[in-house]
């Protein structure tokens, strides 16, 4: 008997073995002329990956091939000659391009700091549900989702010391003539107008990923802390701060990325001056390529500044992920 | 049944061959230049050139500030976009080096045309590369010069002219020396004219392109400056950076910072006119392009309107703009093209083009007994163009002009160091330009 079952049992089990292969679709693979399942695979990847070789990976490589010759993009019938690090060596000596890297500097600590600071301020009032919440913060929003080029127009007009609105508010509340507030004509004020026009645009921008991170917190967590007799100040140090950091910090990446790049906003405001007030690395990069037309050149500068953008981002990722596992 | 067919087939195919040719040469051209008031005129004349050829002319205009970096990013691609194409004056040389532009002298032989013919300032300046050689790569076709224009009624008004006479001991009038020009910008900086406040003067200070260039190129050769030795090409030490050199940017940042309006930190062509056409302004800078537009314009034109050429000082010049038309060599229709420059170059299409709001350089037109009277501006036009002076129209003059744009730009605007470093520090960046390029 039982043995008799076994056999049974091993019949019920071929046939549904049986039944399942049959079942199982044929190999795709099979199907299409005996291609193999990872060769189909292949097929479906390899357009994208064409693309990404074409537009990404070859033209890195091929920027970094020129930045080691002289090669002119308005010299086509010129000799390119391999020129070794020539063009590093008078990137990393000029004054006016460690210039532009200080400028750059200025305006990713200043507006990373000032987004930072109003976009968590606001993300932590919005946070606390009061009547109306949603309107306002559709309404913080609004600066974010417009244009760069709309934006720098905008403000261009705005800050026009003649028929500005900006120009006619500060005068109206310092007394300061209209026509002595040129925020864009002044070597120093033109700084501080592109941080205020950044800063308008993106904080909603750092809002909206505080707000996320304050809304992870399990309020149970602070249900807590009022047992134990915490206090609101305390609570939001101990408690509000360190969870919300791993959030702050990848605002602040996001940003310090963006801002490391800014072009639009400068170019529509400044065009870089007065001067080379406001020059920041990418515009410098502009002239030198597009207007100089030292390609070699401008190529080297261009994979100076993704070293040290590449650099700096995979640092402070590695903090970021320390922040995290705390 | 089919047999018929293929002979009437077979006539029917070498009838359309026979007409491919006919098809090919009733074409279409394409014309390249700047989207301006002249382009307007331009499109008009060239009607007349279809009328007569039954080549069709379509025109690729593009805004100033992106002039350069379109077309010249088209020629150095050796794109075929465009047939003709109207370039600026700096980049005659760039162009003859690179072979963009189809060399014209046999084609001026074979038609005839003598470049005796046109003003002699912008053959040089046009067409002519090596400079002062007979090797033309374009016809003039725009001729174009740094000017001023002036408020008349403003000048005119009777309590204006007292004060001014009282203060400065001369009757208010259009400026022949600088001193002048500096007294009456300074005269109507922030004075109320019909209530409102007005400045002196309108003067170029963009940073972006060229303008600052322009703008102070155009007072310093007044003043003497050299772009080098003229006995030792690429000499610089001593003649960009010559103490009447200094004197002369000095001048211009102390013009800038006494008698132009608030925010005119950045101004070119179109911010200079629009500054005048809205009454903002008693004088203004500007190429002499914008003088029609500005004469038919009808708050501040008409006779409300003046004109003046740059004025002197130890010198006189003015800065050349402008430009000259040229065949591209990577065209597919380089013969339909020359037969728009045969035809352009002819005198009563250059009559034409004058009388259209185009600025013709052909001597029969602006020679003419009856020229200076044609249009109110063109006496100042006439001896503007007797005093020209270009930049650089080296290979390499987008990176002498940037570097320029960067020097002047951070000591007129942005207050940095002075006048004596600026073009020192300019005589640097030249050296090292003119050395990569193997020049010096």
């Known amino acids: ?326 | 049944m089919l047999k018929k067919w293929v002979p009437l087939f077979g006539a029917a195919a070498v009838c359309a061959a026979a007409a491919m040719p006919q098809a090919a040469k009733a074409e279409q051209l394409t014309l390249c230049w700047a989207a301006w008031d002249p382009a307007n005129a331009l499109v008009e004349l060239s009607k007349d050139f279809t009328a007569k050829t039954g080549t069709t002319m379509t025109f690729e205009f593009v805004p100033w500030t992106s002039y350069a970096d379109r077309f010249l990013n088209e020629l150095n691609s050796k794109g075929k976009l465009c047939d003709l194409i109207i370039g600026d004056s700096q980049w005659i040389g760039g162009a003859a080096e690179n072979g963009h532009y189809v060399k014209l002298n046999d084609f001026f032989a074979k038609e005839g045309i003598k470049m005796d013919d046109f003003v002699p300032a912008t053959v040089v300046g046009y067409s002519e590369w090596p400079k002062n050689t007979p090797n033309y790569w374009a016809l003039p076709a725009m001729g174009d010069v740094v000017g001023w224009t002036y408020r008349k009624d403003w000048f005119e008004r009777p309590e204006l002219q007292k004060e001014f006479k009282a203060k400065y001991g001369w009757d208010l009038a259009a400026p022949k020396t600088y001193d002048q020009l500096k007294q009456i910008g300074e005269f109507f900086q922030k004075r109320q004219i019909d209530g409102k406040t007005v400045y002196g003067a309108s003067i170029y200070t963009e940073r972006g392109s060229e303008g600052i260039t322009m703008g102070v190129t155009n007072v310093l050769y007044d003043w003497g400056f050299m772009y080098d030795n003229p006995k030792k090409p690429y000499d610089m030490e001593g003649y960009v950076n010559s103490p009447d050199a200094v004197k002369g940017l000095e001048f211009y940042k102390a013009l800038y910072d006494c008698c132009t309006p608030p925010g005119a930190s950045n101004v070119y062509m179109v911010e200079s006119a629009d500054a005048f056409k809205s009454g903002q302004v008693a004088m203004q800078m500007n190429f002499a392009f914008t003088w029609p537009g500005l004469y038919k314009d009808e708050k501040v034109g008409g006779n409300r309107i003046g004109f003046f050429p740059n004025p002197k000082e130890k010198y006189h010049f003015a800065q050349l703009g402008g430009q000259g038309i040229s065949v591209v060599s990577y065209s597919d229709k380089r013969d339909a093209a020359l037969q728009y420059i045969k035809w352009f170059a002819q005198p009563d299409v250059q009559a034409k083009w004058w009388k259209l709001g185009g600025f013709s350089c052909l001597k029969a037109v602006v020679d003419a007994p009856d020229f200076k009277t044609s249009q109110p501006y063109a006496p100042a036009f006439l001896e503007s163009m007797a005093i020209v002076k270009d930049f650089w129209a080296e290979p390499s003059y987008a990176e002498l002009l940037q570097a320029m744009q960067k020097r002047v730009h951070d000591y007129v605007i942005a207050n940095k160091g002075t006048a004596k470093q600026a073009l020192d520090e300019l005589v640097v960046d030249w050296t090292e330009i003119f050395k990569d390029d193997g020049k010096i």
């Not at chain 1, 946070?127 to 244009?147: E, N, V, Y």
């Not at chain 1, 026509?179 to 205020?196: C, E, H, K, R, Y």
């Not at chain 1, 406001?278 to 037309?293: G, M, N, P, Q, Y």
């Not at chain 1, 190529?299 to 705390?326: C, E, M, P, T």
Request: with cysteine; charged share 15%.
């Open chain 1, 1 to 326: 008997m039982n043995s008799s079952h076994q056999t049974f049992a091993e019949k019920a089990s071929r046939l549904a073995t049986e039944a399942a292969v049959r079942a199982t679709p044929e190999p795709l693979a099979k199907r299409v002329r005996g291609f193999s399942d990872r060769a189909i695979a292949w097929l479906f990847i390899a357009p994208t990956i064409a693309l990404l070789l074409a537009i990404n990976i070859f033209p890195l490589f091929w920027a970094i091939y020129l930045s080691f010759t002289n090669y002119r993009a308005n010299r086509p019938n010129a000799e390119v000659r391999n020129i070794g690090l020539s063009n590093y060596s008078r990137i990393l000596n000029d004054p006016d391009i460690w210039a532009s890297m200080q400028t750059t500097a200025h305006f990713v600590f200043w507006t990373i700091l000032l987004q930072t600071v109003i976009g968590f301020g606001l993300a932590y009032l919005i946070d606390r549900k009061f009547r109306g919440h949603a309107f306002w913060t559709t309404l913080i929003l609004i600066p974010m989702m417009l244009s760069p080029a709309v934006v720098g127009n905008f403000w261009r007009f705005l800050y026009e010391p003649q028929i500005g609105l900006f120009a006619y508010a500060v005068s109206f509340l310092t007394g300061i003539p209209t026509s002595d507030i040129q925020m864009l004509g002044s070597v120093q004020l033109a700084p501080w107008a592109i941080v205020i026009v950044d800063t308008w645009m993106w904080t909603p921008y750092v809002m909206l990923i505080c707000l996320a991170g304050l809304r992870s917190i399990p309020d149970y967590i602070y249900e807590a802390a009022e047992v134990d007799r915490a206090s609101p100040w305390r609570q939001f140090w101990s408690i509000t701060v360190p969870m919300a950091l791993p959030f702050i910090m990848l605002a602040v990446l996001f940003r310090g990325i963006e801002n490391f790049k800014m072009f639009d906003m400068v170019n529509l405001l400044t065009g870089g001056g007065p001067g080379s007030t406001t020059e920041v690395a990418s515009i410098a990069l502009k002239r030198d390529a597009f207007e100089a037309w030292a390609t070699g050149r401008s190529s080297a500068f261009a994979i100076v500044l993704f070293v040290a953008v590449f650099g700096l981002a995979n640092i402070y990722v590695k903090a970021l992920n320390r922040v995290k596992q705390r």
